[in-house]
C-alpha cells in the first residue's frame, strides 16, 4: 500500500512539472486522503530529524541549520519554500525518496509548522526539536495560544530525543518540565541588549506561571515577553543555559556566544535569538567553529525581512510584520533612526493572515517619533488607518491607498526616509509593487 | 466634564485587541474636552468602590486566563452589583459577558459561577474544534436609529437565554452558532462577543456609552460634540460591502 502511494505521488509530481507547475503542497495533500490523513508516515527515514519550530524565526533558523550541515559536507534535505504543515513535508519528501520511500541524506531539517508538530512528528522519528518562541499569531487558525501550546506540550511528554528551548520565553520554557525523564532539554538565552527593559514594554502572553499560576518576575524584558524571568513560587525559569548570548551590541553588530565573538549581518534583538539557537545546534551537532561563524556572520535576508529598496534617491526599508511583536520591533528601529521618514503600513486579511486584523491594537504607535506622514494599503487598509489614528496620531496626515501601486506613488510623492511594514501576504506584492515603482519610476525620471 | 472608567483585568483578558477599546473612547473623550480617567484593577488589587464609576469594562481572555480571574470576580459581586444598580454602565466583552451570568460550563463539563447578575448562561460544546470564529455584522437600535456594527467572534461558549439582545445577526454566529441574535443589552449593559475591538469601526457605540456616562448625573442633556468619522465609517463600509453583498 504504501508503495502504491509513493508511485501515485510521484506520479502527481511528475505531472504537475510537465505542466510546468511548482509541485507545492497538491500531492501531500492529496496523500493525506489516500493514506487515512498520515501522508508522512509512507516514508522511511533513516537519517536524524532536525525540526525548528515557533511563531518566529523558523525560515531564517531552519536556513541557517541547513548551512551548517552543508558547509560540514554533509547532504541535507529542507523544506526552504516554507511548506511546513504536514502536506508540505509530505510533498517534499516525495521528491526525495526512492520508489520504495526511503529518503536518502544525510539530516533532515525542516521547518514545521506549530501545530503540525505533533502530527508530523507521530510518523517520522525526531532526533533534535528547536522551539524558538511562541506570540499571539494567527490565533483564528490555532485556536487559543494555549491550546497550540498543549499540543506541543502533549508531544514533548513522550519525546525523548534533544529539545532546544528558548529559555527566555516563559512559553517555550515551559516545555522543558514536559518529560521529567527527557535528559536532554536544553535552553538557549540572552543577556540584556541596550533597550531591554524593566518593564513589560508590548502587549504579551504569558505573565503567569503555568505550573503554580503565580505571577512571573522579570528581571528585564529584551522584547515583549521575552527576557529574564523567574517564577517564585515554584522556581520555573531557574536553569542552567546550554548556550548564552552576552556583550550585545547592536550598533556594530556584535555579541558574543558561548565564548566566541560573532558578527552578524542583521542589527535586530530577534536575530541575536535565532543565531543563538543556531549556535546552540552547532555545539550540539559538534560543527566546526569556522563554518558556524561564517554561517552567522554571513546570514542575511532579502525576502521582505529588513529588505532595503530605492524609489528613485529614497531609501526605504520593508519589513515583514505578522503580529505586533514584529511591528513593534519594526517601529523600535525607525524610532531610533534620526531625522524625519514615513510609513506605508500595508494590511491584509486573506486566510493565510489568518482573517482577523485586531492584533494591530496591540501594536504600540503611541511611539512615533518624527513621523511626518503615514499611508496605509491593502485589503485592510481602512483597519490600520483607524488604529493610527486612535493612537493619538494626526489623521489629517493619515493617507489611505487601498491599491499597492497607488500606495507606494503616494510614498515616493515626497522626499527623504521611507519605512513600509507588511503583513503575511502583504509582503511579496509589497515588494513587487515598490520594485515596478522603482523600475518605472527611474526610467519616468529620466524621461 | 468628566467620566471615570474601571478597567478589570486589563493584564489578563485582552483577547483580539479588546483593550482598544479604552484607546478608543479616551480618544473620543479627549477630541471633545471630555477629561477620561481610566483606573485599572487587577486579581490581588485592593477592591476598589465600584458605583464611584461611571463605566466597568472587562474584555475576553484564553480559557487559562478566564479561569485565573474567575474566583476574583466573584469576591467583586457585591460591588459591582451596587454600581449595576445605581446606574454604572457595563460594558462586557466574550468573557466579561459570560462571567456576568449565571454559570459558564466549560469543554470537559466543568462549572464556573457567574456573578448570576442576568439570567443568560453559557456552555461551551464538548468539542473544542466547534468555535464560532469569523467576521461578524449585526444590527442594532439601541441608540435609536439602526446601526449596523461590524465585528470579529470567536468563542465556543453558547450563551442562552438572553432576553433582551444587543443585537440581530445580519452575517456570523452571534450567541450561539448561527443564531440571529448577539450580546445582551440594558440601558445600562452591552455585552457582546465583538472583539475587533468592537469599538474601533462603531462609533455610534463608543458615543452611546461616553454620552449615557456623562448624561447619568446630569440635570440636562448634554449633546457630544461632532467628529470627524470619516476613516472608521468607510472602514465599516468596506467591511459591510465585503461581508453582505456578496
Known amino acids: ?11 502527481i509530481v511528475k505531472i504537475l512539472n510537465l505542466l510546468g507547475r511548482n509541485a507545492g503542497n497538491l500531492p501531500g495533500i492529496i496523500l493525506w486522503h489516500l493514506s487515512g490523513q498520515k501522508c508522512c508516515s509512507i516514508f522511511k527515514v533513516d537519517c536524524p530529524v532536525i525540526a525548528v519550530t515557533g511563531t518566529n524565526g523558523k525560515t531564517s533558523v531552519t536556513n541557517c541549520i541547513a548551512q551548517l550541515f552543508e558547509k560540514s559536507g554533509k547532504k541535507i534535505i529542507i523544506n526552504r519554500e516554507g511548506n511546513n504543515l504536514d502536506t508540505g513535508i509530505c510533498s517534499l519528501l516525495l521528491r526525495h525518496c526512492d520508489m520504495s520511500g526511503r529518503v536518502k ?99 504579551s502572553e504569558g505573565r503567569f506561571c503555568p505550573f503554580c499560576s503565580e505571577t512571573l518576575e522579570y528581571e528585564y524584558y529584551q522584547y515583549s515577553h521575552i527576557g529574564k524571568f523567574i517564577c517564585r513560587g515554584c522556581g520555573f525559569g531557574d536553569y542552567k543555559p546550554y548556550v548564552t548570548a552576552s556583550k ?17 549581518k542583521l542589527n535586530s534583538i530577534y536575530n541575536v535569538y535565532n543565531m543563538t ?36 534617491d529614497r531609501k526605504t526599508t520593508l519589513n515583514l510584520a505578522k ?32 482573517l482577523d486584523v485586531s492584533w494591530i491594537w496591540d501594536i504600540n504607535f503611541s511611539i512615533f517619533e518624527r513621523v511626518t506622514r503615514v499611508i496605509t494599503s491593502g485589503t485592510r487598509a481602512y483597519d490600520i488607518a483607524v488604529r493610527i ?37 502583504a509582503v511579496q506584492p509589497t515588494r513587487q509593487a515598490l520594485r515596478r515603482y522603482s523600475e518605472n519610476g527611474g526610467k519616468h525620471d529620466e524621461n | 466634564m468628566k467620566i471615570k472608567i474601571l478597567h478589570m483585568y486589563a493584564d489578563m483578558l485582552d483577547l483580539y485587541g479588546d483593550s482598544g477599546n479604552m484607546e478608543i473612547i479616551k480618544y473620543r473623550c479627549g477630541k471633545r474636552g471630555i477629561e477620561c480617567i481610566i483606573d485599572k484593577y487587577s486579581v490581588g488589587d485592593d477592591m476598589p468602590y465600584f458605583p464611584e464609576y461611571d463605566l466597568v469594562y472587562i474584555g475576553g481572555g484564553a480559557d487559562l486566563e478566564q479561569q485565573h480571574i474567575s474566583a476574583d470576580l466573584l469576591k467583586c459581586r457585591q460591588g459591582i452589583k451596587k454600581a449595576y444598580k445605581s446606574g454604572t454602565f457595563l460594558f462586557l466583552i466574550c468573557g466579561g459577558y459570560q462571567l456576568m451570568g449565571k454559570y459558564y460550563r466549560d469543554a470537559d463539563g466543568n462549572e464556573i459561577k457567574g456573578l448570576g447578575l442576568f439570567d443568560y448562561f453559557t456552555i461551551a460544546p464538548s468539542s473544542r474544534k466547534k468555535r464560532c470564529i469569523g467576521n461578524i455584522v449585526i444590527k442594532t437600535e439601541i441608540t435609536g436609529k439602526p446601526v449596523k456594527v461590524v465585528g470579529f467572534e470567536n468563542h465556543g461558549g453558547q450563551t442562552q437565554g438572553v432576553k433582551n439582545p444587543f443585537g440581530t445577526v445580519l452575517y456570523g454566529n452571534g ?28 462609533p455610534e457605540i463608543s458615543d452611546y456609552m461616553i454620552s449615557y456616562c456623562i448624561n447619568r448625573k446630569s440635570d440636562r442633556l448634554i449633546k457630544l460634540a461632532r467628529l470627524d468619522d470619516k476613516l472608521e465609517k468607510e472602514c465599516r463600509k468596506v467591511m459591510i460591502e465585503r461581508l453582505l453583498n456578496k
Not at chain 1, 550585545?248 to 552578524?264: Q, R
Open chain 1, 1 to 11: 500500500m504504501k508503495r502504491l502511494l509513493i508511485l501515485i505521488g510521484k506520479i
Open chain 1, 105 to 203: 541524506a544525510d539530516y533532515l531539517i525542516l521547518e514545521t509548522d506549530e501545530s503540525h508538530v505533533p502530527v508530523v512528528y507521530s510518523q517520522i522519528k525526531l532526533e533534535t526539536l528547536v522551539v524558538l518562541n511562541f506570540f499571539r499569531d494567527q490565533l483564528d487558525r490555532n485556536g487559543e495560544m494555549e491550546t497550540l501550546i498543549q499540543k506541543i506540550n502533549g508531544f514533548c511528554k513522550t519525546f525523548d530525543g534533544n529539545l532546544i528551548l528558548n529559555g527566555d520565553d516563559p512559553n517555550t520554557a515551559r516545555l522543558g518540565r514536559a518529560n521529567p525523564k527527557n535528559k536532554k532539554v536544553k535552553y538557549f538565552h540572552a543577556e540584556p541588549y541596550a533597550f531591554a527593559t524593566t518593564d513589560i514594554f508590548e502587549a
Open chain 1, 248 to 264: 550585545i551590541d547592536l550598533d556594530k553588530p556584535v555579541f558574543m556566544a558561548d565564548g566566541h565573538k560573532y558578527s552578524p
Open chain 1, 277 to 312: 539557537a543556531v549556535a546552540s545546534v552547532s555545539k550540539l551537532y559538534r560543527i566546526k567553529q569556522s563554518i558556524t561563524d561564517s554561517v552567522i556572520s554571513t546570514y542575511t535576508v532579502n525576502n521582505g525581512r529588513m529588505e532595503t529598496f530605492m524609489l528613485g
Open chain 1, 323 to 354: 503580529n505586533p511583536v514584529g511591528a513593534n520591533m519594526t517601529l523600535r528601529v525607525m524610532n531610533e533612526m534620526k531625522g524625519e521618514k514615513e510609513l506605508l503600513f500595508v494590511l491584509n486579511d486573506n486566510v493565510a493572515d489568518g
Open chain 1, 389 to 425: 489614528k486612535c493612537s493619538g496620531y494626526d489623521s489629517s496626515k493619515i493617507v489611505v491607498r487601498p491599491d499597492l501601486d497607488e500606495a507606494v506613488s503616494e510614498l515616493a510623492v515626497t522626499e527623504g526616509r521611507k519605512f513600509v511594514i507588511a503583513n503575511y501576504t
Open chain 2, 175 to 202: 450567541n450561539c452558532s448561527k443564531s440571529s441574535a448577539e450580546g445582551y443589552f440594558e440601558k445600562n449593559v452591552i455585552a457582546t462577543y465583538l472583539h475587533g475591538p468592537m469599538l474601533a469601526k462603531n
